[in-house]
């Protein structure tokens, strides 16, 4: 039998992999040509994770969105819904650049470049220039956008979804995190589905948290399958702890 510390690692482990992604609960949706720089990476014209444009040919979304099954990996950019694609100008081939240290999302460093095929003409959201060491303040009120769920167990929607969320004390949001016995890495930020109704879930991994303008975080994941707010914080891979291997990808990846 397995002992009771490695059996429940396990169950917390599979429940926090169900989790992942980032469907929009208790948002709006949002408005025709609004948040153009929102990329729906899709796999053989489904979409199944977020993505957002931060160079003319880069995208940023999440590492775990790398999944062995997804083989013909496309990216459209430039609709809020998604029934509505022009083919021939919203849709692009990528090549992949996850991050080398990478295991899962409870490890840390949840984060992938998609190199676009072609550069867009959409304008690509800003990042933080801070340096490395800096963090974003608690309680700041930010925005993360999807496609997905617009409630738990609820069918995938075709539009655009926005919600408000507020960033999370990192020291608090490891407390709560601890109740069930997980330890988080350092490289994320704590926002939304604590304390509130409104925040993130299935759907779509790899949206941003978009903060004064900027993408500071990528959506990463949750708990248990649960989008039922409140209950313990959403979790985004911190971009300002990456802003050296975003900057330098020639250092890691061949996507030029």
Same mark, same amino acid.
Request: glycine share 6%.
């Given at each position: 039998m397995f002992p009771l510390r490695t059996l429940l690692f396990f169950v917390l482990s599979c429940s926090v992999q169900r989790a992942l992604g980032g469907e929009i609960i208790n948002g709006k949706e949002v408005p025709p040509k609004s948040l153009q720089y929102m990329v729906s990476v899709q796999n053989n014209g489904k979409h199944f994770c977020g993505g957002f444009l931060i160079r003319k040919d880069i995208v940023l979304t999440a590492a775990h969105c790398d999944i062995k099954t997804k083989t013909n990996?496309?990216?459209? $950019?430039?609709?809020? /819904?998604?029934?509505? =694609? *022009?083919? +021939?100008?919203?849709?692009?081939?990528?090549? #992949?650049?996850k991050h080398a240290d990478y295991k899962e999302p409870?490890?840390?460093?949840?984060?992938?470049?998609?190199?676009?095929?072609?550069?867009?003409?959409?304008?690509?959201?800003?990042?933080?220039?801070?340096?490395?060491?800096?963090?974003?303040?608690?309680?700041?009120?930010?925005?993360?956008?999807?496609?997905?769920?617009?409630?738990?167990?609820?069918?995938?929607?075709?539009? $655009?979804?926005?919600? /408000?969320?507020?960033? =999370? *004390?990192? +020291?608090?949001?490891?407390?709560?995190?601890? #109740?069930?016995?997980?330890?988080?890495?350092?490289?994320?930020?704590?926002?939304?589905?604590?304390?509130?109704?409104?925040?993130?879930?299935q759907g779509d991994s790899g949206g941003p948290l978009v903060c004064n303008k900027m993408a500071v975080g990528i959506v990463s994941f949750n708990l248990d399958n649960n989008c039922d707010y409140p209950n313990v914080p959403n979790v985004y891979t911190d971009i300002i702890k990456f802003l050296p291997w975003i900057n330098y990808p020639k250092r890691k990846c061949n996507i030029d």
């Open positions: 990996v496309t990216v459209v $950019l430039g609709t809020n /819904d998604l029934r509505k =694609i *022009d083919e +021939r100008t919203m849709r692009y081939n990528v090549k #992949k650049c409870l490890n840390g460093s949840d984060i992938m470049m998609l190199k676009l095929s072609r550069p867009s003409k959409i304008k690509p959201i800003k990042l933080p220039i801070k340096l490395p060491n800096k963090k974003i303040k608690k309680n700041t009120t930010c925005l993360v956008a999807g496609w997905g769920k617009i409630k738990s167990q609820g069918p995938k929607v075709s539009k $655009l979804y926005e919600v /408000d969320v507020a960033t =999370i *004390d990192r +020291r608090k949001c490891q407390l709560e995190w601890a #109740k069930v016995k997980k330890t988080l890495p350092a490289n994320i930020i704590c926002a939304g589905g604590y304390k509130t109704k409104k925040g993130a879930c």
